[in-house]
Nanobody, 122 residues
Framework: QVQYEESGGGLVQPGGSLSLLCMSS?????????MGWFRQTPGKERELVAS????????RYADSVKGRFTISRDNTKKTLNLQMSRLQPEDTAVYYC??????????????WGQGTQVTVSS
């Protein structure tokens, strides 16, 4: 199983910005797969917020974050980034990264990282 470590979360005011980082322990597994960012709040199902392909870097975003979040990756460093801007209280969640399927952006690894907490509040 691939190991992930998410970081960069914290407390920000509405309208603020935050950058999240995901590190993967397996270079080949990271490089040959599409990657995605997910988020989850207590009592709610985990949802995909953004994905990026392994080769072309094509991206997809959930409607709720489109225009505010930007996903990127560095295949050499085996890292995944999520730049978040104009944050809203509804963005408050624990954010996770994972490999995703090419067509439906479904998570592939059962072993999730610990996630990083993002809290948007005044």
């Amino acid at each position: 199983q691939v190991q992930y470590e998410e970081s960069g979360g914290g407390l920000v005011q509405p309208g603020g910005s935050l950058s999240l980082l995901c590190m993967s322990s397996e270079g080949p597994s990271f490089n040959w797969y599409n990657m995605g960012w997910f988020r989850q709040t207590p009592g709610k199902e985990r949802e995909l917020v953004a994905s990026i392909s392994w080769g072309s870097g094509a991206t997809r975003y959930a409607d709720s974050v489109k225009g505010r979040f930007t996903i990127s990756r560095d295949n050499t460093k085996k890292t995944l980034n999520l730049q978040m801007s104009r944050l809203q209280p509804e963005d408050t969640a624990v954010y996770y990264c994972n490999r995703v399927t090419p067509e439906l952006d479904r998570a592939l690894d059962d072993a999730w990282g610990q996630g990083t907490q993002v809290t948007v509040s005044s």
